[in-house]
Every structure is written in C-alpha cells, then in structure tokens.
C-alpha cells in the first residue's frame, strides 16, 4: 500500500489553514494513527503516526469520532492472513466543529 510522506504532512497545513473557513475534509487517510487500529501482520509505523499528529497540531484540525466499526479497511482474507486497519478519518477545524455540533 502506497504511503503518504512527510513532505505532503508539512505542506498540507498551509493549504487549509484559514480560520476564517469552515473547513472539513472526509476521506480515506491511509494513516494508521495508533497500533490499536491495526490488526494483522504487518506492521505499526509509528513515523506515518508521527506526521499525521504533526499534521492536525499545525493545522488545528480535530479529528471527529465515527460510528460504528472502528476498523474501514480489510484484505478481505481469513483469520489467519486476516488485515484490519482504520484508514477513514473525518477531520474538521475548529470553527466547523462549533458551527454543526
């Protein structure tokens, strides 16, 4: 699975910081932010976690909570080969998030 680098994590702030908008972004992150969010064999990178809450500290962006089953990715294989990550992520700044509570 392709990564996202640092590079896109420190310019990605600069593009969306405006306090004055109501910015929000929904979508597939490809960051799996903390080892409780991978099941399966392959392994917990810790410096994609690190860039992405270099990220959301920089850009003040607050990470909502999803219903439902926490893990929005799988290989689609059995239990033994099985692969369970949390990859969807809703993001929102701070003025979004106290405008639609």
């Not at 399966?40 to 962006?61: D, H, N, P, T, V």
């Amino acid at each position: 699975m392709p990564r996202i680098n640092k590079f896109f994590w420190d310019k990605l702030p600069t593009l969306i910081n405006n306090p004055n908008d109501k910015e929000r972004n929904i979508g597939d992150s490809n960051i799996v932010a903390h080892q409780e969010e991978k099941i399966g064999c392959a392994s917990f990178e810790i410096s994609q976690a690190r860039w992405f809450f270099q990220f959301l500290e920089k850009s003040s962006m607050l990470e909502l909570p999803i219903k439902g089953d926490n893990f929005t990715w799988s290989n689609l294989r059995s239990e033994g080969d099985a692969i369970l990550e949390k990859l969807d992520r809703i993001l929102a700044n701070p003025l979004w998030s106290t405008s639609f509570p």
